[in-house]
């Protein structure tokens, strides 16, 4: 008895209740907003020519649309229960599933790409800004960062592809081919997007990794460690990162729900068929089942990442108490 209170009172199950409960949440509230929201996906199937009421309260029974609110939404949440993702699409009639398995793996080689060269690239930066605080270096650093954090990522994405056709007369092909199929044609339609992204999530890695190395340099057991002879190199890599790691993890996972935002909006731009450009077809479309399934997804995606952070955070932090978490 005492185990089984133990478990059921344990972090991890009331961390997946509250994962379960906020997806839960987040259903209802994007089912009742997206239903608020003007216009009708009937009016666009039926099209201007047949505009005969007759026909629009055809096509919505047919779609399911003439039901009450909570008949629908129970149809919608037992259909992702029971792994259909939602049912169909309104408009296509292909199953969300599909949809979602030939874009996801889009989505997931941009976002990883972004999240491994910002840390390639924010870690060494941070690392070095941290070092030569307060001088040229630092300062050069902060002025590469500052407009990542403040310019637009859709605003750059405009301007990079205007100038590229203005000034190479060079614009990304068309036609989107993975790494495996077309390596070339990948790198030209990828490579753009992924250094705006790295840009704006890197410019987070750099401020946080500076302010917690510059930080952890003044504690009184790193000039102990200097009195021992330890060289910079060392006390860095072993001890001042060390100490700045809780912040940056922490840092990474607030931003992610911005990085997967960031992500979606530059698909549609540079025509790359991931979940976002679904995303962003479905709404203009007013696809109703496919926007519900993918913003849920979506939120569910973000929760996952910072219950994760959170072991991350707790395993870089052994101060925190058990039921702290980020």
Same mark, same amino acid.
């Given at each position: ?99 979602? =398995? ?7 080689? @941009?976002?990883? &790409? $972004?999240?491994? %060269?910002?840390?390639?690239? *924010? +870690? !060494? ?124 993890? =922490? ?7 911005? @990085?997967?935002? &960031? $992500?979606?909006? %530059?698909?549609?731009?540079? *025509? +790359? !068929? ?53």
């Amino acid at each position: 008895m005492d185990r089984l209170r133990s478990v059921l009172i344990s972090p991890w199950v009331s961390r997946i209740a509250s994962f379960l409960f906020t997806c839960l949440i987040a259903s209802i509230i994007i089912f009742l907003i997206l239903r608020l929201l003007p216009g009708d996906v009937a009016d666009l199937i039926a099209g201007d020519v047949i505009s005969a009421p007759e026909f629009k309260e055809a096509v919505r029974s047919e779609l399911g649309l003439d039901q009450p609110l909570y008949v629908q939404y129970g149809n919608w949440l037992l259909s992702i229960i029971s792994g259909n993702f939602g049912g169909s699409s309104l408009i296509s009639g292909q199953p969300i599933g599909e949809l979602l =398995a030939r874009q996801i793996p889009v989505t997931i080689l @941009l976002a990883t &790409g $972004v999240v491994l %060269l910002s840390l390639v690239t *924010g +870690l !060494p930066l941070g690392i070095a800004a941290a070092m030569k605080k307060d001088r040229w270096p630092d300062t050069v650093i902060r002025l590469m960062v500052v407009p990542g954090q403040s310019l637009p990522g859709f605003w750059l994405a405009i301007i990079c592809l205007l100038m590229l056709a203005a000034v190479f007369k060079w614009s990304p092909p068309l036609v989107y081919s993975f790494p495996w199929q077309d390596p070339w044609n990948h790198f030209q339609m990828i490579i753009i997007p992924l250094l705006l992204l790295t840009w704006e999530y890197g410019s987070h890695i750099v401020r946080v990794t500076r302010s917690g190395i510059a930080a952890a340099m003044q504690e009184d057991q790193i000039r102990a460690l200097r009195a021992k002879g330890l060289t910079e190199r060392q006390i860095i890599i072993h001890h001042a990162l060390r100490a700045a790691a809780p912040s940056l993890i =922490a840092t990474m996972a607030l931003q992610f729900g911005v @990085l997967l935002g &960031g $992500v979606m909006i %530059l698909e549609s731009i540079f *025509g +790359l !068929p991931g979940v976002g450009r679904g995303l962003i077809g479905a709404a203009l479309q007013r696809d109703l089942p496919v926007i519900q399934t993918y913003v849920l997804l979506i939120v569910a995606v973000v929760l996952l990442v910072n219950l994760a952070a959170d072991r991350l955070h707790r395993a870089a932090d052994p101060r925190l108490p058990s039921g702290a978490g980020l």
